[in-house]
């Protein structure tokens, strides 16, 4: 069974910087497309970013982009969220999962169980 871990959240002052890791184990990692996904209370969980396997081809929902910067690294089983420029509307907890082409703000993961998440919270 995939297992997915993910680390890196914190608490950061609006304007301030985190890197999301999300390690994988238990899959075969490196041809599946991957996504970060995040939950609001009592929201859905809805990709914010994804990006493809074969060419690294990134994804990102309007309210991240040119701040938030996804990357995977296939022989680590990793893959990354740069978060730049945070704002206090990004604390929520974030996910990752694999993800399933086209890309959509509504995509969901496609492996069969999630991990525990990292909660990113920016204070103003």
């Known amino acids: 069974q995939v297992q997915l871990v993910e680390s890196g959240g914190g608490l950061v002052q609006a304007g301030g910087s985190l890197r999301l890791s999300c390690a994988c184990s238990?899959?075969?990692?490196?041809?599946?497309?991957m996504g970060w996904f995040r939950r609001a209370p009592g929201k859905e969980r809805d990709l914010v970013a994804a990006i493809t396997w074969t060419d690294g081809k990134a994804y990102y929902v309007d309210s991240v982009k040119g701040r938030f910067t996804i990357s995977r690294d296939n022989d680590k089983n990793t893959v990354y969220l740069q978060m730049n420029s945070l704002q206090p509307e990004d604390t929520v907890v974030y996910y990752c999962?694999?993800?399933?082409?086209?890309?959509?703000?509504?995509?969901?993961?496609?492996?069969?169980?999630w991990g525990q998440g990292t909660q990113v919270t920016v204070s103003t």
């Open positions: 238990g899959g075969t990692f490196s041809v599946y497309h």
């Open positions: 999962n694999a993800v399933l082409w086209p890309f959509g703000e509504t995509s969901n993961g496609t492996y069969g169980s």
